[in-house]
T-cell receptor, first 109, second 117 residues
Framework: AQRVTQPEKLLSVFKGAPVELKCNYS??????LFWYVQYSRQRLQLLLR??SRESIKGFTADLNKGETSFHLKKPFAQEEDSAMYYC???????????FGQGTELSVKP | DGGITQSPKYLFRKEGQNVTLSCEQN?????MYWYRQDPGQGLRLIYY???????QKGDIAEGYSVSREKKESFPLTVTSAQKNPTAFYLC????????????????FGQGTRLTVV
């Protein structure tokens, strides 16, 4: 069965420190993976998708099929990065979009 | 002004009553989804629909029902069979690219907070 696991409920770092939010997945096939972010009092929105290999707001994520991981990284955290982050996977056979449990990132001044 | 709209923002229900949450989108998206968001449990998929007049159960469909009679609408009914209905409910939609839903971004509503009193 498809599954997305985010092992950390809360990640607290100081401004300027590196950040890595972990995401592991279980999927038989080639996955389509995403990171979504929810800032305080705002809608959940797309941060980045693996297929685009893009960097958004300084964040990057690399798909590692051997480790079945899609960790989100940023070299220098900013206070405005504080938010809830969700890793997500699409089952392209059935159109199912599933999310992990979420990690709350808190960046302290 | 295109977007996805959930209503109402807050909803109160007495135990034993059914209640319907509205989700409307004017983005011309084919796929629509309902999630339940609980602290520490992330977003759990209730139901989803890839096309009008068709929908599938998600991971926690028990006690819920949906319909997809129109492309722009995907209402969720929380029935009295749902044992723990108090939660925050999120609706989302995605466009289709070609014949299948590949790598397309999901857009979310602002959510409905349901409280059973």
């Amino acid at each position: 069965a498809q599954r997305v696991t985010q092992p950390e409920k809360l990640l607290s770092v100081f401004k300027g420190a590196p950040v890595e939010l972990k995401c592991n997945y279980s999927y038989s096939g080639s996955p389509e993976l995403f990171w979504y972010v929810q800032y305080s009092r705002q809608r959940l929105q797309l941060l980045l998708r693996h297929i685009s290999r893009e960097s958004i707001k300084g964040f990057t994520a690399d798909l590692n099929k051997g480790e079945t991981s899609f960790h989100l990284k940023k070299p220098f955290a900013q206070e405005e990065d504080s938010a809830m982050y969700y890793c997500a996977l699409i089952d392209n056979q059935g159109g199912k979009l599933i999310f992990g449990q979420g990690t709350e990132l808190s960046v302290k001044p | 002004d295109g977007g996805i709209t959930q209503s109402p923002k807050y909803l109160f229900r007495k135990e034993g009553q059914n209640v319907t949450l509205s989700c409307e989108q004017n983005l011309n998206h084919d796929a629509m989804y309902w999630y339940r968001q609980d602290p520490g449990q992330g977003l759990r998929l209730i139901y989803y629909s890839q096309i009008v007049n068709d929908f599938q159960k998600g991971d926690i469909a028990e006690g819920y029902s949906v319909s997809r009679e129109k492309k722009e609408s995907f209402p969720l009914t929380v029935t009295s069979a749902q044992k723990n209905p108090t939660a925050f409910y999120l609706c989302a939609s995605r466009p289709r690219r070609g014949r299948i839903l590949l790598n397309t971004e999901a857009f979310f509503g602002q959510g409905t907070r349901l409280t059973v009193v």
